[in-house]
């Protein structure tokens, strides 16, 4: 995807010590009975100056939690609320993770480490604050193909087997555990504010806002937006145009991300937590991923409706400090900036350049036909239009299809991937098949290679093109 830029020099900045106390909770991790180190992400580790730690070093930090210099001194376990498929829950929180540590990356933008299985927590309830080695495992495959892909997301920066059995309703008992530490820019979540607005706290909202502004600088405010000076409202077009950006990566991906609740909503507009993922066999908008999902809530055609309600909820909140038609008037930015950024997206996974809005919705139409007609997903079907092996003009689908991309300029390069027998996909039983060697010898191999193998691709596709002024 890029070429190795020089290292960042580790740059601690605790930031978020000022709204500690009543952001979230400080708490101890669990005591592992071992720690045996199974995944590090040096690529990401080198873009905030830790990737010259040594096994011990890292483990001491990312397993045993010892603190980072001039970091966090204590872990904070965050405070937040949430929608939980449409169902307001006043009961959440990290339950079974915690903030460890922030610093700068190579950018200078404001970098969060955080765990997941890293024991239990004031917001635990009746849960055991564990993470299965499996669902690490998951994570580190559905964040490697994101970031491939060109969707903005977290980093799976670590994972270590911790020696405890887990008995788990929806896998295989006793189960490995581990602990994940995942590199997101913030975790702050839309649930951050609904927690302040249900509580009234309308000098810790004023704060919670200055701190987003002043550390995820985004695009300036549309020119014919109203109020100008009000900071609600500019934090709100930021999110807006995020989030606008985030559900068109999930679509041109065809990744479903299951469970897109609003504790699970980040306000940089960066993909995260990941438990009942899939990525689509064919396409399908009805496809789920969360076996739970019986309405279809959070299927793959209805996540931009999902992130925009979301967004919506984060304008009630942010009422707290704002009369409602300048949210009203961000909240409305939405369906238009989702067009732009699929129109956006769908030509730089195609390799073509971008003509119009207008030409590059029916375009996407014409390909989605042409999917549907063939029973074929996006990897299969950008493959190998990028291969030269499209566009499947045999049929009435493929013939609009070729009759679409005759005015578009190629920008395909000549990257051997191309040239691949096969494209590189996620599909469930691939991930399963990469567990079992895990699972039944320890024979991590098979997910080694596969993350090679995502990165090349990455490669291949090279950035993706960023919305105005993304940071």
Same mark, same amino acid.
């Given at each position: 995807?890029?070429?190795?830029?020089?290292?960042?020099?580790?740059?601690?900045?605790?930031?978020?010590?000022?709204?500690?106390?009543?952001?979230?909770?400080?708490?101890?991790?669990?005591?592992?009975?071992?720690?045996?180190?199974?995944?590090?992400?040096?690529?990401?580790?080198?873009?905030?100056?830790?990737?010259?730690?040594?096994?011990?070093?890292?483990?001491?930090?990312?397993?045993?939690?010892?603190?980072?210099?001039?970091?966090?001194?204590?872990?904070?376990?965050?405070?937040?609320?949430?929608?939980?498929?449409?169902?307001?829950?006043?009961?959440?929180?990290?339950?079974?993770?915690?903030?460890?540590?922030?610093?700068?990356?190579?950018?200078?933008?404001?970098?969060?480490?955080?765990?997941?299985?890293?024991?239990?927590?004031?917001?635990?309830?009746?849960?055991?604050?564990?993470?299965?080695?499996?669902?690490?495992?998951?994570?580190?495959?559905?964040?490697?193909?994101?970031?491939?892909?060109?969707?903005?997301?977290?980093?799976?920066?670590?994972?270590?087997?911790?020696?405890?059995?887990?008995?788990?309703?929806?896998?295989?008992?006793?189960?490995?555990?581990?602990?994940?530490?995942?590199?997101?820019?913030?975790?702050?979540?839309?649930?951050?504010?609904?927690?302040?607005?249900?509580?009234?706290?309308?000098?810790?909202?004023?704060?919670?806002?200055?701190?987003?502004?002043?550390?995820?600088?985004?695009?300036?405010?549309?020119?014919?937006?109203?109020?100008?000076?009000?900071?609600?409202?500019?934090?709100?077009?930021?999110?807006?145009?995020?989030?606008?950006?985030?559900?068109?990566?999930?679509?041109?991906?065809?990744?479903?991300?299951?469970?897109?609740?609003?504790?699970?909503?980040?306000?940089?507009?960066?993909?995260?937590?990941?438990?009942?993922?899939?990525?689509?066999?064919?396409?399908?908008?009805?496809?789920?991923?969360?076996?739970?999902?019986?309405?279809?809530?959070?299927?793959?055609?209805?996540?931009?409706?999902?992130?925009?309600?979301? %967004?919506?909820? @984060?304008?009630?909140?942010? #009422?707290? &400090?704002? *009369?409602?038609?300048? $949210? /009203?008037? =961000?909240?409305?930015?939405?369906?238009?900036?989702?067009?732009?950024?699929?129109?956006?997206?769908? %030509?730089?996974? @195609?390799?073509?350049?971008? #003509?119009? &809005?207008? *030409?590059?919705?029916? $375009? /996407?139409? =014409?390909?989605?036909?042409?999917?549907?007609?063939?029973?074929?997903?996006?990897?299969?079907?950008?493959?190998?239009?990028?291969?030269?092996?499209?566009?499947?003009?045999?049929?009435?689908?493929?013939?609009?299809?070729?009759?679409?991309?005759?005015?578009?300029?190629?920008?395909?390069?000549?990257?051997?991937?191309?040239?691949?027998?096969?494209?590189?996909?996620?599909?469930?039983?691939?991930?399963?098949?990469?567990?079992?060697?895990?699972?039944?010898?320890?024979?991590?191999?098979?997910?080694?290679?596969?993350?090679?193998?995502?990165?090349?691709?990455?490669?291949?596709?090279?950035?993706?093109?960023?919305?105005?002024?993304?940071?």
């Amino acid at each position: 995807m890029q070429s190795n830029p020089q290292d960042a020099i580790y740059t601690a900045d605790p930031h978020i010590l000022s709204l500690a106390d009543w952001l979230g909770d400080p708490v101890a991790p669990a005591d592992f009975p071992a720690t045996t180190l199974r995944f590090r992400n040096d690529r990401a580790a080198r873009a905030v100056g830790l990737a010259d730690l040594d096994d011990a070093a890292w483990i001491a930090h990312f397993g045993r939690f010892a603190p980072l210099p001039g970091n966090l001194p204590q872990p904070l376990a965050l405070r937040y609320h949430g929608h939980q498929f449409r169902v307001y829950n006043p009961e959440l929180g990290d339950g079974r993770g915690f903030l460890f540590a922030q610093m700068r990356d190579r950018r200078g933008r404001l970098m969060d480490l955080g765990t997941k299985g890293s024991g239990q927590t004031p917001w635990s309830r009746q849960g055991d604050g564990r993470l299965t080695l499996k669902g690490a495992m998951r994570e580190v495959l559905a964040t490697e193909m994101l970031e491939a892909l060109g969707v903005n997301t977290s980093r799976t920066f670590s994972v270590i087997e911790t020696g405890e059995s887990l008995w788990r309703g929806d896998e295989p008992s006793p189960t490995r555990a581990a602990v994940l530490v995942r590199l997101s820019h913030s975790h702050i979540r839309i649930g951050t504010f609904q927690r302040l607005g249900a509580l009234d706290a309308s000098a810790e909202m004023e704060q919670l806002v200055d701190y987003c502004l002043a550390s995820f600088p985004g695009p300036a405010l549309p020119p014919d937006a109203p109020e100008p000076d009000n900071k609600a409202a500019r934090l709100l077009h930021q999110v807006v145009e995020r989030m606008a950006d985030m559900a068109a990566s999930y679509m041109v991906a065809g990744f479903v991300h299951g469970v897109l609740n609003t504790d699970n909503m980040n306000v940089t507009g960066e993909s995260f937590d990941y438990g009942p993922w899939r990525w689509l066999p064919t396409w399908n908008p009805a496809f789920t991923a969360a076996y739970f999902d019986h309405s279809g809530l959070y299927a793959f055609g209805r996540q931009p409706e999902a992130i925009h309600w979301n %967004c919506g909820q @984060l304008a009630v909140a942010l #009422r707290l &400090l704002s *009369e409602a038609p300048p $949210l /009203i008037a =961000a909240l409305n930015r939405f369906p238009d900036l989702y067009q732009q950024a699929m129109a956006r997206r769908w %030509c730089w996974r @195609l390799g073509l350049e971008p #003509r119009g &809005l207008e *030409e590059d919705s029916a $375009l /996407i139409g =014409a390909c989605e036909a042409a999917m549907v007609a063939r029973g074929i997903g996006p990897d299969a079907f950008f493959f190998a239009h990028r291969g030269g092996r499209g566009p499947f003009a045999t049929d009435d689908a493929g013939a609009a299809l070729k009759e679409a991309l005759g005015p578009y300029r190629s920008t395909v390069n000549d990257h051997p991937y191309w040239t691949d027998e096969a494209p590189q996909s996620m599909l469930i039983d691939e991930v399963e098949a990469i567990w079992e060697p895990i699972a039944e010898k320890d024979d991590w191999t098979a997910l080694h290679a596969k993350v090679a193998a995502v990165r090349r691709m990455g490669e291949a596709l090279g950035a993706a093109p960023a919305p105005r002024g993304h940071a």
